[in-house]
């Protein structure tokens, strides 16, 4: 199989994830730019050649090309990676869509589902390709797995999976983001990846509940695995295969976001769990937690469908109704009792 073949790559987002994938391909010795929205934080990147703000100690390669022209930094990509938060996704796509040249790769690095559409992000470029009647080859592609930005930045050996419809593009986009230290894996399952993506953040916002009310590593890891079939349900009702969210970016990504201490959505649930409130915890960060608004979307999607997510309503009732964070954990526990995993039995 022949790979498409990327020239120029450019990263749509200069946070600390956008920054750390930029910062890979510069090392690579690959071109790549990387818009932000900001022009004094852009103007800071070019100074400086590093993000102090959002990824400290990371310092940018030559070939790393920060802009705040978005039109003119995707013009004359045949990559751009989508690295900015799922509520702002649409309107950033929108703008860059007339300057997409055919057969573009467009990558969504972004682990979240749209509030009001309840869509994916290659959903929600799906449909503003449709509703600007664009009729060129575009491919639409996620890369997901457990990937910390801090620890790719500095070399930590770190494994992912690229998921496209078709199979040239991802062997194209894992053959880009392959390094000694970064290795990636394809998958042909763009919806199971995106799905696992952005549910694994609301199991993580749990997570961190429990460790900051106090509970051990057996409430971790039932929470952990009960999560786990809680994606898995909802991702297979929707038409994902079930072995997507044993991989990387399910089980591998669910574990990192629930354990990590880089963890941005276990950190939003550790000072809930400590008693504080939703506006505090998150007026303590610098940085986006998906999770938080993800949890209204998957809850809403959940609901749609009719899938019962248990750990997702109480994690819902937290964040949006105030609802006490033992209280949450003691309805979990009083509910009625069941089979783990029904199995289906064959006839001899």
Not at 42 to 68: C, F, M, Q, W
Not at 133 to 157: D, H, M, T, W
């Amino acid at each position: 199989m022949t790979c498409l073949k990327i020239k120029q790559t450019t990263v749509i987002g200069a946070g600390s994830w956008g920054t750390a994938l930029a910062k890979l391909l510069g090392d690579k010795g690959e071109k790549v730019f990387l818009w932000g929205h900001d022009p004094a934080h852009i103007a800071t990147l070019v100074a400086e050649r590093e993000n102090r703000k959002y990824l400290p100690g990371a310092k940018l390669s030559p070939t790393v090309i920060p802009v705040d022209d978005l039109a003119a930094a995707v013009e004359d990509a045949h990559c751009v990676v989508m690295v900015v938060p799922s509520h702002g996704y649409r309107a950033v796509f929108e703008r860059l869509v007339p300057k997409l040249q055919e057969g573009a790769l467009v990558v969504s690095a972004v682990k979240g589902i749209e509030n009001n559409t309840l869509q994916t992000m290659t959903q929600v470029m799906r449909d503003v390709l449709h509703q600007q009647n664009i009729s060129r080859k575009i491919y639409l592609g996620v890369l997901s797995g457990p990937s910390f930005a801090a620890e790719v930045a500095v070399e930590q050996p770190t494994a992912v999976t690229v998921a496209f419809d078709e199979k040239d593009a991802a062997c194209a986009v894992q053959e880009l983001f392959s390094t000694p230290f970064f290795r990636s894996y394809t998958s042909s399952d763009v919806l199971g990846l995106e799905l696992s993506a952005a549910m694994k953040n609301v199991v993580a916002i749990a997570a961190g509940i429990c460790d900051g009310l106090g509970f051990g590593l057996n409430t971790r890891a039932a929470l952990i695995t009960r999560g786990l079939a809680e994606i898995t349900r909802l991702g297979v009702h929707l038409g994902a295969h079930p072995l997507t969210f044993s991989g990387l970016g399910g089980l591998g990504d669910l574990v990192l976001t629930c354990t990590g201490s880089l963890s941005r959505n276990r950190t939003v649930g550790l000072k809930l769990g400590e008693g504080k409130s939703l506006v505090q915890a998150l007026s303590e960060m610098t940085m986006v937690a998906e999770g938080v608004k993800t949890t209204r979307s998957c809850y809403n999607l959940a609901r749609k469908h009719g899938v019962e997510m248990p750990i997702l309503e109480q994690t819902y009732q937290i964040l949006y109704e105030n609802k006490d964070c033992r209280k949450a954990v003691q309805d979990l526990f009083q509910r009625s009792l069941k089979e783990e995993i029904t199995l289906q039995h064959t006839p001899d």
